[in-house]
């Protein structure tokens, strides 16, 4: 099943599934354990982040071994940067007025 990047992350387990493999590759029993969860709703949640390229599976043994595939990550990426060069222009300029608040403080202060 194909989804959006924001479908695929919008599901809170899956999101912790995230946060598991991006730390360190994982076996689903050790997701199972990690997560509370049963056996097949954690498969369920590995299949779709499989199918939408956020994880990887390589076989070892008798075990299937997931971890972080970077590359989905890059529609979200494409998303935010906008907003985040909102936000670093609005913190450079922040950080402008600090430093000139910080100035004058100083340049008065030398005056006493």
């Keep these: 099943?194909?989804?959006?990047?924001?479908?695929?992350?919008?599901?809170?387990?899956?999101?912790?599934?995230?946060?598991?493999?991006?730390?360190?590759?994982?076996?689903?029993?050790?997701?199972?354990?990690?997560?509370?969860?049963?056996?097949?709703?954690?498969?369920?949640?590995?299949?779709?982040?499989?199918?939408?390229?956020?994880?990887?599976?390589?076989?070892d043994g008798q075990r299937r071994i997931y971890s972080l595939d970077p590359k989905a990550f890059v529609e979200v990426e494409d998303w935010l940067e906008p907003y985040r060069r909102l936000w670093e222009d609005r913190l450079d300029a922040l950080q402008t007025y600090l430093d000139s608040v910080q100035r004058e403080e100083k340049e008065g202060g030398d005056a006493l």
Excluded: T, Y
């Excluded at 689903?28 to 956020?54: C, T, Y």
């Design 1 to 59: 099943m194909d989804m959006n990047a924001f479908d695929v992350l919008a599901e809170p387990s899956r999101r912790q599934i995230l946060d598991l493999v991006r730390v360190e590759e994982r076996s689903v029993n050790e997701l199972v354990i990690d997560l509370s969860m049963s056996q097949p709703a954690v498969s369920k949640h590995l299949r779709i982040l499989r199918d939408n390229g956020f994880v990887r599976s390589r076989v």
